[in-house]
T-cell receptor, first 115, second 111 residues
Framework: DSGVTQTPKHLITATGQRVTLRCSPRSGDLSVYWYQQSLDQGLQFLIHYYNGEERAKGNILERFSAQQFPDLHSELNLSSLELGDSALYFC??????????????FGPGTRLTVL | LAKTTQPISMDSYEGQEVNITCSHNNIATNDYITWYQQFPSQGPRFIIQGYKTKVTNEVASLFIPADRKSSTLSLPRVSLSDTAVYYCLVGDRSNDYKLSFGAGTTVTVRA
């Protein structure tokens, strides 16, 4: 158990819908990262927040948005869903603001299926 | 942009040593090299990290030559439970610490 929690574990929805994925970092961690993993794309970095502020953006679509709240939990919002958005979405947390030396602790993931 | 190149897959047998080499020609001076392990449908897990020469922990060893353009993760005496995807990670300090996991190496250990 990494200490990072993600909800829900599974999510099934239809094209065009909007969903929200939630992540709670390890106690004391200020950084939250979101990743998307699909069969054909591997593990893709989406976005990184540190202490409520956006720190770095990866290959995140405009239909996707995220935020980190004052209690440090984070939410990833996915809208106008397409079949290709079906994937595992992982959240990770670390103590520091994103240095490569930071160890990232990954949550169990949310499996999103868009029908 | 720091980019890593790893073999797509490797096969091994129980009890053997597995060595996975990662190329990172554009590694920055202050960058560290980190390896993660991922089992199916689970999040990646930190294995080891190093800057130069050799680092060893209870799970693996990491060998980094002087030019730091590559690194080799060594898994001693693998077991079936070591079957996983292994990612070599190098931070991209030129672009706000955007991290790239790359495609990873699928290691399959057979009995």
């Amino acid at each position: 158990d990494s200490g990072v929690t993600q909800t829900p574990k599974h999510l099934i929805t239809a094209t065009g819908q909007r969903v929200t994925l939630r992540c709670s970092p390890r106690s004391g961690d200020l950084s939250v990262y979101w990743y998307q993993q699909s069969l054909d794309q591997g593990l893709q970095f989406l976005i990184h927040y540190y202490n409520g502020e956006e720190r770095a953006k990866g290959n995140i679509l405009e239909r996707f948005s995220a935020q980190q709240f004052p209690d440090l939990h984070s939410e990833l919002n996915l809208s106008s869903l397409e079949l290709g958005d079906s994937a595992l979405y992982f959240c990770a947390s670390s103590t520091l603001p994103g240095e490569v030396t930071d160890t990232q602790y990954f949550g169990p993931g949310t499996r999103l299926t868009v029908l | 942009l720091a980019k890593t190149t790893q073999p797509i897959s490797m096969d091994s047998y129980e009890g053997q040593e597995v060595n996975i080499t990662c190329s990172h020609n554009n590694i920055a001076t202050n960058d560290y090299i980190t390896w993660y392990q991922q089992f199916p449908s689970q999040g990646p897990r930190f294995i080891i990290q190093g800057y130069k020469t050799k680092v060893t922990n209870e799970v693996a060893s990491l060998f980094i030559p002087a030019d730091r353009k590559s690194s080799t993760l060594s898994l001693p005496r693998v077991s079936l439970s070591d079957t996983a995807v292994y990612y070599c990670l190098v931070g991209d300090r030129s672009n706000d610490y955007k991290l790239s996991f790359g495609a990873g190496t699928t290691v399959t250990v057979r009995a």
